[in-house]
């Protein structure tokens, strides 16, 4: 549905709760916009109900697709990074609608919460607080994909809809940060958080989302430190963050997930009740997977260092393209399934702990004639993954049948706020040891690096790379990497050419080996902001589209 359909809907239910009576009489049997906010527990459900619109699982995953680390070889996704999107692209008018329905729905409780008397007012205070975060943080997500986009920051109705224009993106990213700035002081620290508020909007979290917001505008990195800093130094205001000494439970393990020091901002489910199951198109066919759907790519692969710190194509870095994937970032073996993969299922009950064997002819127990043998080979099957690699973030032991799992998805981790302080450190020229130590350092050793040359700051090399490298990895899979390629404006080198898979194509002609999984096309002058959609354009006059569609 469109930005106008979902005003209009507003207004439908609306009129159906009050259409049987006279207008001037207040139903007594049934709520009313009169009656719906004077409940508390109305109100409450109203809240929760903007916190499910935020985002979803769909939106987190296809993501991955859009940049150089997967490659999803049909929809939406395909089509966008194949350089063949347009105007009636199905993605553009899902998303377009998913942020305005989650804007319409905050704007409305904005608007009738105060009609409520019986909460108290630093309940009340902290509710519109959280609702100008979700609300910032939708308006963020539009412009970043859209550039500028109608601000809409009250209760509008259709015909108000029809006619609005867009609004500068400048200005919108003023409205964000005002509007984070203004929540901060009446949203709790995690601190002190119950554990049944688990999950909701807190003062480090809205921190965070400024810092993200702020580092993508790529002009503020002063202001990027400064809001960076308030949680690192400040954490008995602001809430107690660290990195969890586990990188692979964050994603698996069920009490992990769900309660540790570095999860900012997570989408949160819970098992039987509400859930996920994209993994059921993730995970290898011989531990229960489906139709790969979404395939981790080569260029992903090869940016994961050597456990002495020396990238793959380094001199002394010890590579050896035959043998990819041994002495290799431990974060690769957390998040993405290879050939010869020790794969363990961890007492769960999808699939067995067994060895994956990807490249043809590599399972001793079978042969590549066979299609219906246990081998992922690349081209048996059409559900197969087309790069030979699959995904083992997310993988979750204690999933239901079909990998129904209940697990958190991180939206915002602390190891991204010390992402952001690196690069905005290095962007002003303050690089240096005790800024390397207290972010690149810290997740090297979090991962599981023991060597001083992947561990202490490096005496040559460009700094620039190293974090933009340690962003890709640390973050791999989680929706990040195409904001980060769009933002720098590497879009045009990484999304054109061919997306790799493993080295088993059998051609050493071509690409030296390497699987040709898709050919990318990205056209700077167009693909940096997508298009309007064309239903939209038709229902309101103002809207205007953007340049190439």
């Known amino acids: 549905m469109n930005l106008f359909k979902k005003f209009f809907i507003a207004v439908i239910i609306t009129t159906a709760i009050t259409g049987c009576k006279k207008l001037d009489i207040v139903p007594t049997d049934r709520f009313s916009d009169a009656t719906f906010w004077k409940v508390d527990a109305n109100v409450y459900n109203a809240l929760y109900n903007n916190y499910h619109l935020i985002y979803n699982d769909g939106l987190y995953f296809s993501a991955e697709a859009l940049s150089d680390n997967a490659y999803s070889r049909a929809g939406d996704p395909a089509i966008i990074s194949g350089g063949n999107a347009t105007a009636a692209t199905g993605k553009f008018a899902g998303d377009w609608s998913n942020y305005y329905s989650d804007i319409k729905s905050c704007n409305e409780f904005l608007t009738f919460v105060g009609q409520n008397t019986t909460l108290s007012k630093d309940v009340l205070n902290r509710m519109i607080a959280e609702t100008r975060f979700l609300r910032a943080f939708a308006h963020f997500n539009l412009t970043k994909w859209w550039g500028d986009v109608p601000l809409v920051t009250d209760n509008i109705t259709p015909d108000e809809a029809k006619v609005i224009a867009r609004t500068p993106k400048a200005d919108v990213v003023k409205f964000i940060i005002a509007e984070l700035e203004a929540a901060i002081p009446n949203l709790p620290s995690k601190d002190a958080l119950p554990a049944s508020e688990n999950g909701r909007i807190t003062k480090g979290a809205a921190l965070a989302l400024e810092a993200r917001v702020l580092l993508y505008q790529g002009d503020r990195m002063a202001d990027v430190v400064t809001v960076c800093e308030k949680l690192i130094n400040q954490q008995n205001v602001n809430g107690s963050y660290s990195l969890n000494s586990s990188y692979t439970d964050l994603f698996s393990d069920k009490v992990v ?15 039987t009740t509400y859930t996920w199951s994209d993994f059921f198109d993730f995970a290898p066919l011989s531990v229960g997977g489906r139709v790969i759907a979404n395939s981790p790519t080569q260029e992903l692969v090869d940016d994961y260092i050597m456990l002495n710190g020396k990238g793959i194509t380094d001199a002394g870095s010890g590579y050896d393209i035959n043998n990819p994937y041994v002495n290799r970032d431990p974060r690769l073996t957390a998040t ?26 590599s399972d001793p127990g079978d042969n590549a004639s066979n299609p219906n043998g246990p081998d992922e080979y690349v081209g048996d099957r059409e559900s197969s993954s087309p790069t030979a690699y699959y995904w083992r973030k997310y993988f979750d032991p204690n999933a239901l049948a079909s990998y ?15 992402l952001d302080y690196a690069e905005a450190k290095n962007s002003l020229g303050q690089m240096n040891a005790a800024v390397w130590n207290q972010t690149i350092g810290a997740l090297r050793a979090r991962a599981g690096f023991t060597d001083p040359g992947a561990l202490n700051y490096p005496a040559s090399g460009d700094m620039t790379t190293i974090i933009r490298r340690e962003r890709r990895v640390e973050l791999a899979l989680e929706g990040i990497r195409v904001d980060d390629i769009r933002r720098w404006k590497i879009a045009e080198t990484t999304m054109n050419g061919y997306a790799h898979g493993a080295r088993f194509s059998g051609d050493l002609t071509t690409d030296n080996g390497y699987i040709r999984a898709q050919k990318r096309q990205f056209n700077p002058a167009r693909d940096y902001f997508w298009a309007i959609p064309a239903n939209d354009l038709s229902l309101d006059k103002n809207l205007t589209q953007n340049p190439g569609y």
């Open 257 to 271: 997930n769900k309660t540790n020091n570095e999860s900012m901002l997570s989408l949160q489910y819970v098992p």
């Open 404 to 418: 129904v799992s209940g697990l958190n998805l991180h939206l915002i981790r602390y190891a991204e706020v010390l």
């Open 336 to 361: 993405v399934v290879y050939d010869g993969y020790k794969w363990n299922n961890g007492g769960g009950v999808n699939g067995t702990s067994k060895t994956i064997y990807i490249k043809p002819g």
